[in-house]
């Protein structure tokens, strides 16, 4: 069985020309159903039954199926729990904004990264996800809250650049005219720092804003924080970040988890000034998500604007991140990882 929703029009069309002797226009009508989020070729009411069943036959329509949704009662925030043709979940989170809606996907089942602070890694790594569970995820949202969305954030659960071939995918089709047409500049992606994968985003041209998960002024606390950092350390990933930002005239955004006495210090933020100076870019600071079994705390109110203002006065523009959806975890990893370990409980 062949994943449909993964093909792109032109593909798709080849497809059908080669393999069934269809008309291009049939793969148009089939295309068209799968941008609006069908979930069964039985929907597509504007094709004969026969050629559906015929359809169903060699390919399936990946989905996302709600198994919990969450609703803050602050600002209305979204967090959804999603189920796969194969029963893995998966988080996304819908935010909104005066610009419109906003919507964190995931791009893996776990993640392999490990970082110390995160939620997602600690329930492991089970696989990647495809271009077309990345569709589903931003489909089933829409139909679910009755919008358009008009940006998305991969920086939900996994590690975006680890699913490189699939991201790349997904970012194609996503951003179609034919298909969803969320233009890549309203596209950000974030990643822990994998500095080979950086080097071929930066090739493929497409405008999307680069988010790099930094957390660390150094190679000491940052390799203590986020493994990843032991095999590119900070001194390759942020001349990696140089490169793309020059190279594509779009602004790096760090992420800085502030987490009180590890990272947060009047001396950790000189450093950090000093290695981004000249750089196009924006740090995000962060304060650190209270995640079971780490023991971090986020840094106080004062140190957060003390932190802003070393960064402020090299010439670096720094915000604290507005927190959405602090009733409801929004932060991806933890409504899974309950599931999860309640699901294990159960079976035992």
């Known amino acids: 069985m062949k994943d449909i929703k993964s093909y792109s029009l032109a593909e798709l069309e080849k497809e059908f020309s080669q393999e069934l002797g269809l008309p291009k226009y049939r793969a148009k009508q089939v295309f068209k159903w799968l941008t609006l989020g069908v979930s069964s070729f039985d929907e597509m009411t504007d094709i004969s039954k026969e050629l559906r069943n ?5 390919y399936y329509i990946s989905v996302a199926i709600i198994e919990k949704k969450l609703v803050s009662v ?7 729990l999603f189920r ?5 979940f998966v988080e996304s989170v819908v ?22 602070f ?3 890694g600690k329930s492991g790594f089970s696989r990647n996800l495809t271009a077309s569970e990345m569709l589903a995820q931003i489909q089933t949202a829409q139909k679910d809250l009755s919008v358009r969305i008009s940006n998305i954030v991969l920086m939900g659960m996994g590690e975006p650049l680890d699913n490189y071939d699939n991201v790349v995918r997904f970012l194609r089709l996503v951003s179609a005219d034919e298909g969803l047409n969320i233009g890549t500049r309203h596209i950000s992606l974030s990643t822990c720092g994998l500095v080979d994968r950086i080097y071929d985003l ?3 041209n497409f405008g999307i804003t680069l988010s790099v998960s930094l957390h660390a002024p150094n190679n000491e606390i940052r390799s203590r924080t986020m493994p990843v950092n032991r095999r590119y350390p900070i001194e390759e990933l942020l001349k990696a970040c140089r490169h793309y930002a020059n190279a594509t005239g779009r602004r790096i955004s760090f992420e800085y988890a502030m987490i009180s006495g590890v990272n947060d210090s009047d001396e950790c933020a000189g450093e950090l000034a000093r290695k981004l100076r000249g750089m196009l870019c924006h740090v995000n600071l962060i304060p650190v998500n209270s995640v079971e079994g780490t023991g971090y705390i986020k840094s106080k109110i004062e140190r957060q604007k003390a ?3 070393i960064l402020g006065k090299a010439g670096i523009t720094a915000t604290v991140r507005r927190t959405l959806g602090s009733d409801i975890n929004a932060s991806c990893g ?6 999860i370990n309640s699901e294990i409980l159960v079976e035992s």
């Not at 796969?84 to 893995?88: P, Q, R």
């Not at 935010?95 to 110390?116: D, E, N, P, R």
């Not at 933890?334 to 599931?339: A, F, G, I, V």
Request: include cysteine; glycine fraction near 8%; charged fraction near 25%.
């Open 54 to 58: 015929n359809l169903s036959k060699h």
């Open 118 to 120: 995160c939620a997602t």
């Open 74 to 80: 602050y600002d209305n925030t979204v967090k959804y």
């Open 95 to 116: 935010m909104s904004y005066h610009h419109g809606y906003t919507i964190c996907i995931s791009t893996q089942v776990g993640c392999k990264m490990g970082c110390t």
């Open 334 to 339: 933890q409504l899974r990882r309950k599931t």
């Open 307 to 309: 932190f802003i203002k």
């Open 84 to 88: 796969f043709n194969d029963g893995e």
């Open 202 to 204: 930066e090739k493929e």
